[in-house]
């Protein structure tokens, strides 16, 4: 398997640029105590310590790592004071929205993501801990539409807006943190959140450039208030940035987990992670409590140490091998964006991208190899033959499309016809049988099927893809119709 070093700036929602696994910066502030002296023990005694501590301390990074994402994503909105202050027209200051404007290319590269170009997204980052934030949105009856808001741990809270949930219509919904109190104004919907630290991500379907405009005109008519101005009009105020956070400054070795410690005093685990909080009870990580190295011992932390080294070879496995592999080899993550107690899962999506629609909202499936388990390569042809039954079932403004991707660099693949997915709302062409044939391959297979063609990547490199639908039709997102959806076949040129 590839060791790789990835650029993290996100699958077109929130995220800023980072390498695979590499921890966000933490600040210096050295230690200066020495460890104290252990008794010696026997080798093996000393082996077993260690190797207990690194799979304790794995788990408990596997656990915090999207608390890490998502303080990565506060602190980049906290220092800028204007909406496209950043390089990413994404990140907008605190409490604010910033819009993706455009459809991505093949001209974006090194993306270390899944982009697609069949939404538009906008995001925020919301900062509930002094008062709610409202969220209020515009109609949006003629196109698949969806609003999605995570927690600090990047676990999706009950979907308000959508166009399954409330068929699109205009909304106003107060989001709240987990501790505030206070009267809201009557018949407003109310979001309560877990963590003061929330994410918002609405997606909005676009067909192409000449589309845009429509949706550009539903993103200026969302908006985000401060219920403090919520009088003065949705909208008319610009929320005031909450105070800056104080943060201590950390230099020595086991600084990272001295954050981890602050993130998880700011943003507590919920009660179904007891298990996982006893664990890392074990290592010092005690939310509430500074982490002190020097009460452990010295083999226990030499293999935190270790998990640390190890975790960029650990992680690009977990985004190699996410989700669950079905018998056709698609692998997916049936639970969508709720986790629940899979922290590798959560880990993975917080890695490479960020959040992932509830299942019932948008079902994924992706493969790096074809239906005999080998990794796909364009220097050969490929079918996705579906059977009239085969084909997605949607709701009413639903869609699916089948994306191409180089395998390692998450980038769409320049081709002749500069076509990066193909789906439902191209002009295909369908057997007398209602199946449906889909050419995956590097050249044209010919004019009279190049309406069918996904174009792979030139030069004979290995290739993924990602098979989206949008608005799936009631029982479509589950395992047992998932396991049977076709794997993708090679055949001779």
């Known amino acids: 398997m590839k060791q790789l070093t990835l650029k993290l700036i996100g699958a077109g929602i929130l995220c800023a640029s980072c390498s695979l696994w590499q921890f966000p910066a933490v600040l210096a502030q050295p230690v200066n105590s020495s460890p104290p002296s252990s008794p010696a023990i026997p080798a093996q005694t000393a082996q077993g310590l260690e190797t207990l501590a690194y799979a304790q301390a794995v788990q408990a990074i596997v656990f915090s790592y999207p608390l890490f994402i998502s303080e990565r994503e506060r602190v980049q909105r906290e220092k800028i004071s204007s909406i496209g202050a950043g390089a990413n027209p994404l990140v907008a200051p605190l409490n604010q929205f910033g819009h993706m404007r455009r459809l991505v290319t093949a001209a974006v590269k090194n993306l ?46 009950p979907y308000k807006i959508s166009s399954r949930t409330n068929g699109g219509r205009a909304s106003t919904l107060a989001i709240v943190g987990p501790n505030w109190q206070g009267k809201l104004p009557e018949g407003m919907q109310t979001l309560r959140a877990n963590t003061n630290i929330v994410m ?46 104080k943060r201590p400054a950390y230099a020595d070795e086991f600084a990272y987990y001295r954050r981890m410690v602050d993130l998880l005093t700011e943003n507590p685990p919920l009660a179904q992670d007891a298990a996982a909080v006893e664990s890392m009870k074990q290592l010092g990580i005690q939310a509430g409590k500074p982490f002190d190295p020097l009460t452990l011992h010295p083999q226990a932390r030499a293999g935190m140490l270790r998990a640390l080294k190890d975790l960029p070879a650990i992680t690009d496995g977990i985004r190699y091998s996410r989700g669950v592999e079905t018998p056709n080899h698609w692998r997916t993550n049936p639970e969508g964006g709720r986790y629940g107690l899979n922290y590798v899962s959560r880990a993975e999506m917080a890695l490479v991208g960020l959040m992932s629609n509830d299942a019932e909202e948008a079902t994924y499936l992706q493969t790096f190899v074809d239906n005999k388990g080998e990794q796909m390569n364009s220097a050969n042809n490929y079918v996705l033959h579906l059977q009239a039954q085969d084909i997605p079932k949607l709701i009413k403004n639903g869609f699916w499309s089948l994306t191409m991707y180089d395998a390692y660099r998450f980038q769409y693949a320049e081709n002749p016809i500069n ?15 209602g199946s449906l044939d889909i050419y995956i391959q ?52």
């Open 112 to 157: 270390p993501v899944s982009p697609n170009n069949d939404t538009v997204y906008s995001g925020a980052v919301l900062d509930l801990s002094e008062q709610p934030i409202v969220l209020q949105t515009p109609d949006i009856l003629d196109r698949f539409f969806t609003v999605q808001i995570a927690n600090a741990y990047i676990d999706n809270l």
């Open 419 to 433: 076509r990066f997915k193909i789906g439902n709302r191209d002009k295909l062409k369908f057997n007398a049988d």
């Open 200 to 245: 918002v991500a609405p997606r909005i379907r676009v067909d192409d450039d000449s589309d845009l405009p429509t949706v550009l005109a539903y993103q200026s008519r969302m908006s985000l208030t401060a219920l403090s101005d919520w009088a003065k009009g949705p909208g008319a105020t610009t929320p005031k940035p909450p105070a800056l956070r």
């Open 442 to 493: 590097e050249k044209s297979p010919g004019q009279a099927l190049e309406s069918n063609w996904l174009p792979a990547p030139a030069g004979a490199k290995d290739f993924k893809t990602t098979l989206r639908i949008y608005g799936p039709a009631e029982g479509q997102s589950e395992m047992a119709v998932l396991s049977t959806f076709p794997g993708i076949q090679k055949v001779k040129p």
